[in-house]
């Protein structure tokens, strides 16, 4: 399995290029998610490695979010399994010590928003037909709270409570004025740009943008790591219930139906 994700270093920049290639939307299973966790660790172990940018290579697709299979009528155990890898990862990306890219070329909802959310800085392509936001509200499910609290840290109180209740998924336009991304560019540059905002962003020394980043972000990481096994539960407990079982059936089928 382990070929969800291409991960290229290179050496001379210390910048590695990570493709998502989990066709047919890149969605966040177990396997994406233990694979995509091993991939950041082995990254941040490496003093070659300063900077990830993160992309696709799924056109029109960044990521689906969190495979919705792997949330639908299985075991407690299997939950369990699952949630703990979605906190593994953000737990990785939103602490990493490296500088963090998401070239977004493509559509971004939920967890594939969470992704880009959880980097240090956002470009997407300027195509109006991909979206990004938080939409959990619409399958009828609740963000976590760590995924309000990364998305409160990027666009500020106002707009995460407004977008989370309406479950917004923001054309790629409106996310720039929202601040949800950092700017927009044509696609063809999206790379191009992404590796001159990473040499900038590398052109400062580490150490201080580290300690930095971390004093920015270590509220709401710790936050999670000491509640770990509570939100846990909490997933299992919620995704179990049969009415929420039902409307994550409602809306796979819905996906279904919107293509014939
Ligand atoms: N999980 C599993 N399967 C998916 C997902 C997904 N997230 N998204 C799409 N698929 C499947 C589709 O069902 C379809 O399957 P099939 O070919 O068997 O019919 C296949 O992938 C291709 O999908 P589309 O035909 O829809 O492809 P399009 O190119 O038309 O559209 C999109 C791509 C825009 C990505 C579209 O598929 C879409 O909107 N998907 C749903 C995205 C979504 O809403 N994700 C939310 C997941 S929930 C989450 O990430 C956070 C949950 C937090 C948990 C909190 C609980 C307490």
Not at 129 to 145: C, M, T, Y
Not at 162 to 170: F, I, N, T, V
Not at 182 to 197: C, Q
Not at 223 to 229: P, T
Request: aromatic residues 8%; neutral net charge.
């Amino acid at each position: 399995s382990n070929n969800k994700i291409q991960v290229e270093l290179d050496e001379s920049s210390g910048v590695a290029m990570m493709k998502f290639k989990s066709p047919p939307v890149n969605s966040l299973s177990l396997d994406f998610l233990t694979e995509f966790s091993i991939s950041l660790e082995k990254l941040e172990n490496d003093r070659a490695c300063r900077g990830v940018i993160i992309t696709s290579t799924i056109p029109k697709i960044f990521s689906s979010g969190l495979d919705i299979m792997e949330m639908c009528g299985k075991n407690m155990e299997h939950y369990g399994e699952f949630w703990r890898a979605v906190q593994e990862m953000w737990l990785r990306l939103y602490g990493s010590n490296m500088v963090t890219v998401a070239a977004v070329n493509g559509s971004s909802p939920a967890g594939g928003c969470l992704i880009a959310l959880s980097c240090d800085y956002r470009i997407m392509a300027e195509n109006p037909k991909f979206s990004i936001g938080l939409n959990e509200a619409q399958l009828g499910i609740v963000a976590p709270f760590w995924f309000k609290d990364t998305f409160v840290n990027v666009v500020g109180h106002r707009i995460a409570e407004r977008s989370l209740q309406l479950g917004s998924l923001h054309p790629a336009p409106e996310a720039l004025k929202l601040g949800l991304v950092d700017e927009l560019v044509p696609e063809e540059k999206l790379l191009e740009k992404a590796s001159a905002v990473m040499a900038r962003w590398l052109a400062l020394p580490d150490h201080a943008r580290q300690l930095t980043k971390s004093m920015m972000r270590k509220a709401v990481l710790d936050h999670l790591v000491a509640h770990r096994e509570e939100d846990i539960k909490n997933f299992i407990n919620f995704i179990s219930k049969e009415s929420i079982q039902k409307s994550l059936r409602m809306y796979m089928e819905m996906l279904k139906k919107k293509k014939s």
